[in-house]
């Protein structure tokens, strides 16, 4: 592990525009890529990119969040910020993920879901609750990344997996450190205090038991040396992917299941005190 951050400034690296992203992770990490666009029912949403791979030889789903590196580009993927049409097609590609028996990979990093008018009348919150039940019940192995930001329902929608992973400098919370210190104390210039209260960091959330493991990070993040994280994140797939492969389908979704229950929950002898 590199030199300890504060929160603030793991914000910041989770941020950085040249951090590795869902573009770079796929050249990267994977072969033969296909995309597939559209919801089937409305429209494409570039926010989120999703098809078929091969990782290590073998067949897979990924799918993951996109923000843009670009002005231009930032404006087509809205910043990373999906519509239910994203989350739509994210969960079209599992379904046929599920059909096949392929493993479905996620990489997170998005401030959120888009909070927009036409959003919600497309059914937003729908579209990311469906996503959050049927992931829960699929039968193949679901392995998910958060990457930079994993922020409030937009990444939920995308991380109930056997195993959740951060990268050393991600963050993953139920908004950003801004809308936090705005709802709490009306006042976004307080989102460095926020931050540290938010418990955001992976460590954190590692102690916390939201995720399961920790992907190393070279020094100072992952945009100063891109080779050396992309090395760290293959192998923590190859290893987690063949853990799952020794469980049976029917003990990976329960255990899946149970997982995401017990999270918040409270034991009786605390309760107590």
Request: aromatic share 6%; proline share 5%.
């Amino acid at each position: 592990m590199s030199t300890t951050y504060t929160a603030a400034e793991v914000v910041a690296i989770a941020r950085h525009p040249q951090r590795p992203n869902i573009e770079d992770y796929i050249s990267g990490l994977f072969t033969d890529f296909f995309e597939q666009r559209g919801d089937r029912s409305c429209r494409e949403d570039a926010a989120i990119l999703g098809g078929i791979a091969r990782f290590h030889g073998r067949s897979v789903t990924v799918i993951g969040t996109r923000k843009g590196r670009t002005l231009e580009e930032n404006l087509r993927c809205n910043f990373g910020m999906p519509g239910p049409e994203g989350y739509r097609k994210a969960l079209r590609l599992m379904k046929q993920a599920e059909k096949f028996h392929r493993p479905v990979i996620t990489f997170i990093d998005t401030p959120g879901a888009y909070p927009g008018l036409q959003a919600e009348e497309r059914g937003q919150g729908e579209a990311i609750a469906r996503n959050l039940m049927e992931m829960s019940r699929l039968s193949v192995p679901i392995l998910a990344i958060i990457t930079g930001e994993g922020n409030s329902g937009g990444a939920l929608a995308l991380g109930v997996g056997d195993r959740v992973l951060m990268l050393e400098n991600a963050v993953y919370a139920i908004l950003s450190p801004e809308g936090f210190a705005s709802i709490l104390w009306k006042d976004a210039g307080r989102s460095a205090e926020a931050s540290e209260l938010m418990r955001l960091r992976s460590s954190d959330l590692l102690e916390l038991g939201v995720i399961d493991g920790i992907i190393p990070e070279p020094e100072g993040g992952a945009h100063l040396a891109p080779a050396i994280a992309m090395l760290q994140v293959e192998q923590a797939i190859a290893l987690h992917l063949a853990q799952l492969d020794r469980e049976s389908a029917k003990t990976r979704t329960a255990a899946r299941y149970e997982k995401f229950r017990k999270m918040g929950a409270i034991a009786p002898e605390k309760e107590k005190q």
